[in-house]
């Protein structure tokens, strides 16, 4: 896989990011404020109902998406891997930016991170 920083398509890919020029994702690209981060196996990433700021890229490794069902029981809803996204809600203008599900690593995985800011 091509690295991040010469992979704009990577982004392109995003709805979200799908109208911006590429100078404007390579400026996303290169923000100190977003970067590459690790999750080990069954870490968790983000929790349902909390406020979130960043939504993710999988660029490799996979992930488990989950919400709570009647009884507080966990279930899976999704699983992403490479060239997938979660939590883009967060960064929708007029969204509450709470979390409407948990998502955790399923194996050794690293994802691109991408703030609100």
Known sequence: MPTLRTNVEL?????????LTENELKQII???????VSFRPLEMIIEEN??????YIILEGAVDVRIKAVG???ITIATLKAGEF???????????????ASVRA?????LFKITKK
Not at 11 to 19: C, G, H, M
Not at 50 to 55: L, N, Q, V
Not at 91 to 98: D, I, M, S
Request: hydrophobic share 30%; aromatic share 6%; net charge negative.
């Open 72 to 74: 507080g029981r966990e």
């Open 106 to 110: 399923l194996q050794s995985s690293e």
């Open 50 to 55: 909390e406020f979130g700021d960043c939504m």
């Open 11 to 19: 982004l392109q890919q995003v709805p979200i990011f799908a109208s």
């Open 30 to 36: 290169d923000s100190p404020d977003n970067g590459i």
């Open 86 to 100: 979660f939590g883009e809600q967060a960064l929708l203008p007029g969204a509450t930016g709470k979390r409407n």
